[in-house]
């Protein structure tokens, strides 16, 4: 066995990180590792160090293979920081993606998934998470006064890892294809990451070359994962959607069966209650519960879905009229003045960016018959 491995029992770990949950990350720190974020102000890594330094007592190191060994298996330790949802402040979610392991271009393409470095480190999983609690950057020696909020002994169940071998089967096929059509092929792996973004489900690359890459799960399949330790209920859906491909011809599907049915004809075709308002007519949020019975689900939002939080899928309704024309403007997030006064954040560690860097939006179309029609009347 590796010196790189620490060997616990899944009893000692309980009781270690039992004790300490609620504590901040300072208190923890026996071993004094924020000593060296003295004058240090933009260290990274911090949280993680003190989770393996002082808490779990192992000196950090850099090995490919996963950190512990726990009741003879081998085992990922990630430190996560969560903060509270700006849409539901009784909710958490990820503060950011989470690194994985390198992407490695040379040695990727003589690899299977099930024996892959990115696999070995997602099969087990010891997630530790930390609470960021500010709405502002803080320097490294800060983190000293974040609480850890709980831990989570994570496996993927078999649809997940069928997402993330189709989306590392993407990645590696991209490779394999540029060192089979190119002399010289690190000359187009800066296009890994902006290529291959809009097909992966569950994870990205970053940063961009020359910056060698790392696998990332995505923010949203990390929120996914805290929500639910955190006692969120999300529904699952029995079809098999593993790639966007197959929820692109799902929802062709869909478009061909229900298309020119109006929202009446499909509630009462889904057995959705219909209930009016003052108005005489149904909320507009029916259209979005309208598609995920399509979809088999019980759920009245995308967002309740499992599959559909951790790939980032949102639902927008767009209406229009007979001639093609928008009848109104379509909402997505709001604005974060105080974060856009932040000078020290750029561009790409901005809401604005993640948001429409990692959402994926499922556009439900209706037609407005004339502009005196109730909703129940527009037509799919």
């Known amino acids: 066995m590796e010196d790189s491995n620490h060997v616990f029992t899944k009893e000692q770990l309980n009781t270690i990180l039992n004790t300490a949950i609620n504590q901040t990350l300072g208190a923890v720190d026996k071993n004094n590792v924020f000593d060296r974020t003295i004058g240090h102000d933009k260290i990274t890594g911090v949280a993680g160090d003190v989770i393996e330094q002082s808490v779990l007592g192992y000196p950090a190191d850099s090995y490919q293979k996963p950190d512990l060994i726990v009741d003879g298996v081998e085992v990922e330790l990630k430190t996560t920081g969560i903060r509270k949802s700006k849409k539901n402040s009784n909710q958490y979610e990820a503060k950011e993606?989470?690194?994985?392991?390198?992407?490695?271009?040379?040695?990727?393409?003589?690899?299977?998934?099930?024996?892959?470095?990115?696999?070995?480190?997602?099969?087990?999983?010891?997630?530790?998470?930390?609470?960021?609690?500010?709405e502002k950057r803080v320097v490294a020696s800060e983190y000293a006064n974040f609480p850890i909020k709980g831990y989570d002994f994570h496996e993927f169940n078999d649809d997940e890892i069928e997402i993330l071998k189709n989306d590392w089967t993407i990645v590696n096929n991209y490779i394999q294809e540029l060192q089979a059509l190119h002399e010289t092929p690190e000359d187009f792996y800066p296009t890994i990451s902006s290529k291959l973004r809009p097909n992966l489900m569950m994870i990205d690359t970053a940063p961009k070359w020359p910056h060698r890459p790392r696998f990332r799960l995505k923010r949203a399949a990390v929120t996914t994962l805290v929500q639910q330790y955190f006692g969120e209920h999300l529904e699952s859906l029995?079809?098999?959607?593993?790639?966007?491909?197959?929820?692109?011809?799902?929802?062709?599907?869909?478009?061909?069966?229900?298309?020119?049915?109006?929202?009446?004809?499909?509630?009462?075709?889904f057995n959705i209650p219909i209930k009016l308002g003052r108005t005489g007519d149904v909320a507009k949020s029916v259209t979005e519960q309208i598609v995920t019975h399509m979809f088999g689900a019980t759920s009245h939002k995308i967002s309740n879905i499992k599959l559909f939080k951790e790939i980032g899928l949102i639902g927008k309704t767009i209406t229009q009229t007979a001639s093609g024309n928008r009848t109104e403007d379509t909402k997505l997030l709001s604005i974060d003045f105080t974060e856009w006064l932040d000078s020290d954040k750029s561009f790409e560690e901005s809401s604005l960016y993640n948001y429409f860097n990692e959402t994926q939006f499922l556009f439900i179309i209706f037609e407005e018959p004339s502009t005196k029609s109730k909703l129940l009347g527009q037509i799919l």
């Open 238 to 269: 029995d079809a098999d959607l593993n790639s966007f491909a197959k929820i692109d011809q799902q929802l062709n599907h869909f478009t061909q069966e229900y298309q020119n049915k109006t929202i009446k004809e499909l509630l009462y075709l």
């Open 97 to 134: 993606p989470m690194s994985i392991t390198a992407v490695s271009p040379e040695s990727i393409v003589n690899e299977n998934f099930e024996t892959s470095n990115f696999w070995h480190k997602l099969e087990h999983l010891l997630l530790v998470y930390y609470l960021y609690d500010s």
